[in-house]
């Protein structure tokens, strides 16, 4: 479950997404759904509502208070651990699941640029929109990343060559750049390639040369023939 949080005027609005993400983050911190505030709002019912010729002694409201205490001291350590792991994000990709008021869940995926903490809650900073740390899924390593990224520019590069029964001469910059490219990729960055594109690739280079044979050929020729002509002119 996800949650947006927007800025203005340099403080967060909660919106439905978010008040809905915030619900469930308490849910998974406290499966019995029993906060410091529920805490507080019991402990306080309780004094309201005790029985006057059995009222609580002392010692049971000071026993309520130490347990309040341990509650709300693990959840800021809990904020405080998620802080820490928050900052370590930043500048790394991670895939995270959002969710809108309608239950429709959909992936966002970005580089965390910040992470900020409001009301006890860590939110990390993507493309200026703010997420709840809680709906993370995924951190991507980074050589996995710039791996796929240049395999995904080299893959569409070679889809807007010309088709092979198209191909002429002045493709033949695009078709050495992406060679180039390839040559100058690791064995690993060179795993996300698929194999069908590297023969596609070499396909495009055995075509070049039959159109490179055929122009010299051709030149030749007409060299040939201009020669012919010229001697048959001269005698």
């Known amino acids: 479950m996800s949650a947006i949080a927007h800025v203005k005027d340099g403080e967060i609005v909660e919106t439905n ?9 308490q849910e998974k911190k406290n499966p019995n759904g029993l906060d410091k505030d529920a805490f507080l709002q019991l402990l306080v019912a309780e004094m309201q509502n005790q029985d006057p010729l059995q009222p609580t002694t002392n010692t049971e409201y000071i026993s309520q208070f130490a347990t309040f205490s341990e509650l709300e001291e693990m959840q800021n350590m809990s904020s405080s651990v ?7 994000l930043v500048g790394k990709e991670v895939f995270l699941d959002v ?12 580089q965390v640029d910040y992470v900020v903490m409001e009301n006890g809650k860590v939110y990390v900073s993507i493309d200026d929109s703010l997420y709840s740390f809680d709906d993370v899924t995924t951190v991507l390593d980074s050589d996995y990343w710039e791996a796929y990224n240049l395999a995904y520019d080299w893959t569409e590069a070679l889809a807007k060559l010309s088709s092979l029964n198209d191909l002429t001469l002045s493709d033949r910059t695009d078709v050495e ?5 390839y040559d100058n990729m690791n064995d690993y960055q060179k795993s996300f390639i ?23 050929n051709d030149a030749e020729q007409k060299d040939a023939e201009s020669e012919t002509a010229q001697e048959g002119a001269s005698e």
């Not at 997404?17 to 983050?25: C, E, F, P, Q």
């Not at 969710?99 to 970005?110: A, D, F, I, L, P």
């Open 177 to 181: 750049a992406l060679r180039k490219a």
């Open 99 to 110: 969710t809108n008021k309608n239950g429709e869940t959909t992936q966002v995926v970005g």
């Open 17 to 25: 997404a978010s008040s809905m993400s915030l619900s469930k983050a």
């Open 194 to 216: 698929a194999g069908d594109s590297v023969n596609a690739l070499k396909a495009y280079e055995n075509k070049l040369e039959e159109l490179n044979t055929l122009a010299k």
């Open 82 to 88: 998620d802080m820490s792991r928050a900052q370590s």
